[in-house]
């Protein structure tokens, strides 16, 4: 099974930098997924990390440790349209897709 | 762009009821997925299914099935809807291959009330 911990809630400045972590202990590992989902609407894809390092894409980035069972996402020059919740996922190893969802951080940006 | 549809944005439905929620998606996805969403309880797996015919159970299956007849259609049926399943419900879908960044495509949600 998988176990997925992520802060349930932050606040940042607008033009800031926000981290949001996320950590997991799973029976297997093959790949972590981040999601933005606004409010009311499907989450969307933002970023994958299969193996150690950092991914950037924009003004998002997102770092992960397998040894350390850790990952965060990095959002830079925030936006007020970045206010949103974010979702960590984890997929299982083996020939299945399936894909374990963290409960998300709701993230507020405020001017 | 992938789409992912679901027949109803919202649906209100009695006790004891069977309940039919579709899903279809066009862009020839081997694999899809029905979740529910709730406060505090994040996205969890009801059932996905990786080929026509298969299915395989997710974390919370009960008073739950599903079928997959065809490719682009996944149901999700509640067999005797009671109080507890109301949720928002979310489908998905994915390429099985080549394994690595194959992420998941997301209905915009069926918001199901069991009154």
Redesign the interface.
Known sequence: GQNIDQPTEMTATEGAIVQINCTYQTSGF??L?W?QQHAG?????LS?N?LDGLEEKGRFSSFLSRSKGYSYLLLKELQMKDSASY?C?VREGGG?????????TKLQVIP | DVKVTQSSRYLVKRTGEKVFLECVQDMDHE?M?W?RQDP??????IY?S?DVKMK?K??IPEGYSVSREKKERFSLILESASTNQTSMY?CAS?L?AP???????????TRLSIL
Do not use: C, I, M
């Open positions: 093959n790949g997924f999601y609407e499907a989450p969307t894809f994958y299969v979702l996922a299945y897709q399936k894909v374990t969802f963290g409960t998300g | 694999n997925f979740y505090g309880l994040g996205l969890r797996l996905f990786y395989e997710g974390d979310l994915s099985s394994v690595g960044n194959q992420p998941q495509h997301f209905g915009d949600g």
